[in-house]
Structures are given as C-alpha cells and as structure tokens.
C-alpha cells in the first residue's frame, strides 16, 4: 500500500537504522578520478565527496559521457557505446478526477489499430501519430489512500519516439496531451475533461533533462539481444575501477524488478 514510493521509504529507513549518511538537495555533476579509478563525487555545489567505490544509479550513456569530463575510453568500449540503440521515449500523464471510474482496474492497456506502423514511427521515422497505444495506471483500484474520498488517480503512459526526433515537446506536449484525453474519454473514461481537478506531464524533455538519460530513452539502451546481458553496460565499470551500476541502464535491465535485481547483483560482485 502506498506504491512503489513505499520501497523508497523502507530503504530510507533501513539505511537511517544502519546509520548511513543521505545528502538530500544535491546533484552529482562529476565523479573524480585518478589513474583510471574513480575517487569520489563533485555535487552542484562543488563539493568534493571522497569514496572508495562509486555506486551510481545514473544511467550509464550520461555517466560516461558528461560526469566524466570526456576522459579518452580504449577503442572497444568506444565501439561499444558508438553502436547502442536507445529506448523509445515516454510521454506521462499524471491527473486526478472528482469522479470515480469504478470500472476501470488498476492496470489497463490500450492498442491502437496499426500496431506495427506505430511502432515504426516511434523507432524508424521517429514522429508522432495519432493511432496511439497506451497503459493506464488507477492505482485507486487498489489503493484507495492514493486520493481523497470519492476521488480517483491516475497516469497514462504513451511510447513516443525519444529526442533523436527531434520533436519540439513545448509544442507537441499539449497536443498529445488533447489527444490522450479524447482517446480515453472514447474508450475508458467518459466525461473525463469535465471531471480532471488536476493534471501534469512529462515528455523526453523531462527524461533528458533532469533524469540525464541519453535522447531522453524512457528505458534506457533498447533490450534487445546484442544490448542484454553481458552486452548491457556491466554492473562493475569495464573502464573504470571503483565505479559501479545499479539502475535499467545495467545488467538485468529496466522495469522496477529488473532495477530492483540489479542491486542483488552489485551486492555480490562488491
């Protein structure tokens, strides 16, 4: 109850218990390094965190490509990153209404009717259509502390192609968003423009921006076979000693069970 949010608290609490130091407030701009070791973290403040292992949950393409100060790899991991496909990107509508869709359950996915040709926008020609597909989150359905009384919650996720595109998110996010709602107002939820109380969204822009993915991948590098397992960016850095992944960009991949694995996985190696 209370979401995945709740694995955030009960990790924050174990860590409080074990007497671990969290820094909030801060971001991590740079790692430091010496002799192809990492040494330690620079925050937006300029200050300068020593460490003897460097365990990061950033995803990997931004990591060695802005938070190491375009240090020189060997030819091969050049090669490797060179050749990585990215994930599609995610346009996320969060709102709430004063109307409960009882009918709706907690997860629901909607097809639209090219699949295929959809896909191929999204990953070939890299543009918006407006036969979408989508998943709807009612977390409601379950839980009902997620919203006041009589109240429901929701996000819906649609694939989009990520900012290889192009696209100019300050323009297409309202038009996608107008989209998104006629759709679901024609299929799941009638009546709901008349019924939302509050809403936002976030486009590649977000992911890129503020998450540091690279293109603005809602998922990271694509999982297909030559990006899987021993081909995904590894859990201990392959150029750097003392520098270590968790996170959907590593070994296992993405998906909340795959992150979550992937620091079973680090516990073993470290």
Not at 124 to 139: A, E, F, G
Not at 234 to 258: I, M, Q, R
Request: contains cysteine; negative net charge; aromatic residues 12%.
């Amino acid at each position: 109850m209370g979401g995945t949010g709740q694995i955030i608290k009960g990790f924050e609490k174990l860590m409080l218990e074990e007497d671990v130091a969290i820094i909030k407030g801060k971001e991590v701009k740079n790692l430091l390094t010496e002799n192809k070791r990492v040494v330690g973290v620079v925050t937006s403040e300029d200050e300068e965190i020593k460490a003897d292992n460097v365990v990061c949950n950033a995803d990997p393409p931004g990591v060695y490509s802005k938070m190491l100060n375009n240090q020189k790899y060997n030819t091969l991991f050049n090669w490797k990153i060179n050749r990585m496909e990215y994930s599609m990107g995610l346009f996320v509508y969060y709102f709430g209404t004063k109307k409960k869709y009882e009918n709706v359950e907690h997860h629901t996915i909607k097809f639209g009717d090219k699949y295929k040709e959809h896909l191929d926008d999204i990953f070939v020609n890299k543009k918006l259509n407006n036969d979408i597909s989508y998943y709807l989150h009612r977390p409601t359905a379950t839980d009902s502390s997620m919203a006041p009384k009589d109240h429901d919650c929701f996000y819906v996720l649609v694939p989009v192609p990520n900012n290889k595109s192009g696209i100019d998110w300050s323009v297409e996010g309202e038009n996608l968003k107008k989209l998104v709602i006629d759709k679901m107002e024609k299929s799941l939820l009638p009546n709901l423009r008349e019924n939302i109380v509050d809403d936002f969204y976030l486009t590649p822009d977000y992911f890129e921006n503020e998450l540091n993915t690279k293109y603005g991948s809602g998922f990271s590098i694509q999982p297909k076979f030559s990006q899987s397992a021993y081909f995904r960016f590894h859990n201990k850095s392959e150029v750097y000693d003392g520098l270590y992944f968790v996170g959907a960009g590593t070994h296992p991949g993405a998906g909340v069970p795959g992150v979550l694995s992937s620091a079973k996985v680090l516990d073993k190696i470290l």
